[in-house]
């Protein structure tokens, strides 16, 4: 099974700055590797599919790279909304796997 | 709007069984990918299980395999997933999760889950 490994675990930052989240995997997805957003007691929402391509109604500031096994999601200026837990997650072969998660909190 | 809407959840002792279900609307379950995905309290997301556009090709997570089953009923646009011999483990929300694609393609809605808990 690919092991996805997110880091850091936690992020804090304050409203403005730019986050820069990391998922490394066990080895290659190639460009397949998704990026989910959740909240408290709502549902993951999709933000990134296949590496880059922002999902419908995601704001520009949200922007995703990397290939291979190095993944990075970018938060260009961080909204007060934006502070949730971000997971990444490979379609690229079974079993389908998250990473354990980067939580973004505010400073 | 596509909408997916858990039900089924509730309290099981280890051992037992529950039928989860998953509606569907705004879309045709025969034209995608399905799947589960759980959350155990406090942690992170784990896949479960997924069926495909064709109602054929089914999959599991290692954790689950030989005890879960994932169907569909394409006239009622709604898949299940079938739990036995339950673990205290398994207490989780169980989210249902529509595949952009039929069966490869990410996880583009999601239902707003189930709570399954296992205890004795």
């Known amino acids: 099974e690919i092991v996805l490994t997110q880091s850091p675990a936690t992020l804090s930052l304050s409203p403005g700055e730019r986050a820069t989240l990391s998922c490394r995997a066990s080895?290659?997805?190639?460009?397949?590797l998704v990026w989910y957003q959740q909240k408290p007691g709502q549902a993951p929402r999709l933000l990134i599919y296949d590496a880059s391509n922002r999902a419908t109604g995601i704001p520009a500031r949200f922007s995703g790279s990397g290939s291979g096994t190095d993944f990075t999601l970018t938060i260009s200026s961080l909204e007060p909304e934006d502070f949730a837990v971000y997971y990444c997650q490979q379609r690229y072969t079974w079993p389908l796997t998250f990473g354990g998660g980067t939580k973004v909190e505010i400073k | 709007d596509v909408q997916l809407l858990e039900s089924g959840g509730g309290l099981a002792q280890p051992g037992g069984s529950l039928r989860l279900s998953c509606a569907a609307s705004?879309?045709?379950?025969?034209?995608?990918?399905m799947s589960w995905v759980r959350q155990a309290p406090g942690k992170g997301l784990e896949w479960v299980s997924n069926?495909?556009?064709?109602?054929?090709?089914?999959y599991y997570a290692d954790s689950v395999k030989g005890r879960f089953t994932i169907s569909r009923d394409t006239s009622k646009n709604t898949v299940y997933l079938e739990m036995n011999s339950l673990r205290v483990e398994d207490t989780a929300v169980y989210y249902c999760?529509?595949?952009?694609?039929?069966?490869?393609?990410?996880?583009?809605?999601w239902g707003q889950g189930t709570l399954v808990t296992v205890s004795s």
């Open positions: 069926i495909d556009g064709g109602g054929v090709g089914t």
């Open positions: 705004g879309f045709t379950l025969s034209n995608y990918g």
């Open positions: 999760a529509k595949r952009a694609l039929d069966t490869t393609g990410w996880f583009d809605y």
């Open positions: 080895q290659s997805v190639s460009i397949y």
